[in-house]
Structures are given as structure tokens and as C-alpha cells.
């Protein structure tokens, strides 16, 4: 089935490099014609003279190399092949190439291609599961690139999970897939193992992580900010991205509760695992958290306007000539954290809020806790030269009843791992 295919193999800096050494080999052995890139760090792993006794042709690796250039341009190199593998696909190839980079041979020649990609991802298990490598990977899988594996077990670096490369013979099988039409674009994709074991993207069972001490639990997050109607076009809102919120969702789901996220209009991607329900209002948003009560843990992320307008108008408000502007009456909004921190036999046994404050951080977060009745606050200095509104990263003190700890300053992520951690300690 291979007979005469043209493989163009890139071969990414990782210690899987050496796998490529039998996979020309089995390619060979099956009559397709292999020809090599190689990246700078690859060149570390894996001699070019292995590469280039085993498929009989020249290795490329410099793209300003003069005679590369002039023999073989980089457009040439994927316009002769009918497949590029890309094996092993390093954490830092994948990022360059769902980020569109062109800052050497390997990543020029596959932004340059417009032939199929199939790329076989290899790197340390939490380099595989970080919300980054996962988000890079979902892009390119939406794009059209295709994957093999990676495999779990054992890796180089004394750890455990996916990461591994897939086998030389498995690449192969992906590859025959391809070329009989059976294997299309898309990442790995995240099943359910079992009640107790949730196999993470690209895993094989042998491999599912265990590590799930939420498991049975339900919780409710909400995140992103609200919009409030002035009229069917306009509305009030703010600048709320989501990204905290989405984050504290994924990381509850990934430590095996059962999530439900009501979210307000965001652009970030629906985190994996999680329920997802889409609100514009904060009336909207209460009216979902109460469908999805009861549950064991609420944290309210979500950046809800105060207020909302009390005569939002039926049609469009039209400018009349000379006429003043309209007057907006505001009312205030349902306050979601206070309702869902209310004693009662639905409460949760832990409500987490957050205080969004541009002075007296910790002072106005202590005050909010006893005021909102919720257990926990993440309280974090919104003021606009942090640039935690939107932004990635985020610094945060927890106010519980013993009292303010500061975090060091980290990315949403891990503040949102950091919290799942304390989520589950509290419930263990
Ligand atoms: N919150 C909520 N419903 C509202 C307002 C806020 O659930 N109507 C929640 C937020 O999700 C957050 C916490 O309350 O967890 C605190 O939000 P923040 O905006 O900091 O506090 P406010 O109550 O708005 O107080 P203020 O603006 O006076 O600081």
C-alpha cells in the first residue's frame, strides 16, 4: 500500500528521535521513498549520517543553507511528498506550529505545505496534559492535522502517563490509514474509562491516570462576565475573559468531579469533561445555578453585573433630533454567590467566591467573605496595571475563616490547579 508514496519525515528534538531510525526502516521495507528534515535539537538525538544511510537520501536541516536552497527549496521539499509525518512531535514544534511559525527548515516547510500532516507527539506526560499543549494540539487537530498517539507507560524521565511516542509500527498503521482513506484530521480525542479512571487525550487505558479524589462530587462554577440589556442591541457588561473561571472548571473535572460550568459570553473554548451551560444575564446565570443545585462545591468566578437596567426597552432606542439622551434606571442584580452561600439544606458544603478589588485587597476581601457568607475567597487586585482583567496571569489571596494567604503570583491555570488541590485536601 505504500509502494512509491513520497514520506517527508521531520524529526523534532526529543529522546523518541531514535523510534525514526526503524520507522524508515518499516516505511522502507514497505517501498515508500523517505526523505528527512530535521530540526536543530533533533540533530542532538539522532545523527543526520543515521538518517541519511537509512533512507538513501540527502537529510535537510538549514534553511539558509545556500545549496539546500538552490538544490531543494523548502516549498519543494513538501510540494514532493504526499505526506509529512512529524515524529517525534515535540511539545515546542507542535506550539510552533499551531502558532504559525517559520523560524526554521522543519516548521517553514509545514506551514509551507498543503499536503497531509500526521504527527506523532512525544514529550514528558504533564508537558502532554498542560492546558497549553492540549489547547495546541485541539488547533491543529481542527485544522486538519492528524495524530497517532501518544502512548502511555513508562518514559525517560521517570514518570508515568501518556507521552510516549507511538511505536514505529503503529506510525506505519496511521500512515497506511491515511493513504486508504480511514484515519481524518482531528486531535485524540478524551474518553471515559470507567467510573473511576477518566482517560486523559491521546492515552491508552494501561495508562488512565487514577489520581481522581473528586470523584463523586458535583460542582458548580461560573465564569465570564454578564450582559444586561438596555435595549434588543445594546447591553452593559464588562471585561471579564473567562479564563479563570474556565480554568477552576477544568481542573475540578480533572481531578474527577462532575462539573457544571454556567458561563456568561466568553471567547475561551468549553474545557473538556465539563458541562457547559451558556447564560447572558445574571438573572439567566442564578435561574442555572439553581438548576444545577444541589452540589458539594460552588465557586463563583463569574464577573456578574451589579446592576441591571430596570426598563430595558422591547425595540430599538432611536435618536430623535434635539432630543436628550435616554435615561437608563438601573436595579440591583440577584447577588448568585450570597443565594447560593444562604444556609440551608441545598447549600453547599463549600461556596468559593472571588473579590475583585483595585485597593484594600485583602481588608475589602475579608469584609466581602462575611458579608456573601461563602467559606473561601480568592480575592486578586483587578486594578488595571496588573492586567488581571483578561489576562493569563493572575495574584491571588485566599481569605478562609482562619484567616489571608498570599499566593505568589502564577498563571490562571495554576491558580485554578492550585484551588482544585485545596478542594479536594478540604474533602479528603
Ligand atoms: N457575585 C455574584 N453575583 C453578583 C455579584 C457578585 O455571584 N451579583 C460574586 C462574584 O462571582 C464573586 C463575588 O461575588 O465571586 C464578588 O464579586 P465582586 O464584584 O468582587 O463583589 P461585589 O459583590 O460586586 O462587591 P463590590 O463591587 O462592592 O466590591
Known sequence: MLRDKRILLIVGGGIAAFKCLDLIRRLRERGAAVRCVLTESAAKFVTPLSLQALSEDRVYGDMFSLT????????????????????????????RMAGGMADDLAATVLLATDKPVLAAPAMNVRMWLHPATQA?????????????????????????????MAEPLEIVAAIESIFAGKLTAGPPQARLAGPDTIELPGTRSEGALTHRPLAGRKA?????????????????????????????????????????????????????????????????????????SPVDIAVCAAAVADWKVANTADAKLKKAPGAKPPAIDLVPNPDILATLSAPGPDRPALVIGFAAETENVVANAIAKRARKG?????????????????????????VTTEGAEAWPPQSKDAVARELARRVAARFA
Not at 487586585?381 to 491571588?396: E, K, M
Open 136 to 164: 495546541n494540539v485541539g488547533l491543529l487537530g481542527a485544522r486538519g492535522t492528524m495524530f497517532v498517539g501518544p502512548n502511555a507507560g513508562a518514559m525517560a524521565c521517570n514518570e508515568h502517563g501518556p507521552g510516549r
Open 374 to 398: 461563602c467559606d473561601w475567597i480568592l480575592a486578586n487586585d483587578v486594578s488595571p496595571a496588573t492586567g488581571t482583567f483578561g489576562g493569563d496571569d493572575n495574584t491571588v489571596h485566599l
Open 68 to 95: 539546500d536552497e538552490s538544490e531543494m527549496g523548502h516549498i519543494q521539499l513538501s510540494r514532493q511528498a504526499d505526506l509529512l509525518v512529524v515524529a517525534p512531535a515535540t511539545a515546542n514544534l507542535l506550539a
Open 220 to 292: 458548580l462554577v461560573t465564569s465570564g462576565p454578564t450582559r444586561e440589556a438596555i435595549d434588543p442591541v445594546r447591553y452593559i457588561s464588562n471585561h471579564s475573559s473567562g479564563k479563570q473561571g474556565h480554568a477552576i472548571a477544568r481542573a475540578l473535572a480533572a481531578l474527577g468531579a462532575d462539573v457544571t460550568l454556567v458561563s456568561g459570553p466568553v471567547a475561551v473554548a468549553d474545557p473538556p469533561g465539563v458541562r457547559v451551560v451558556r447564560v447572558e444575564s445574571a438573572d439567566q446565570m442564578l435561574a442555572a445555578c439553581r438548576d444545577a
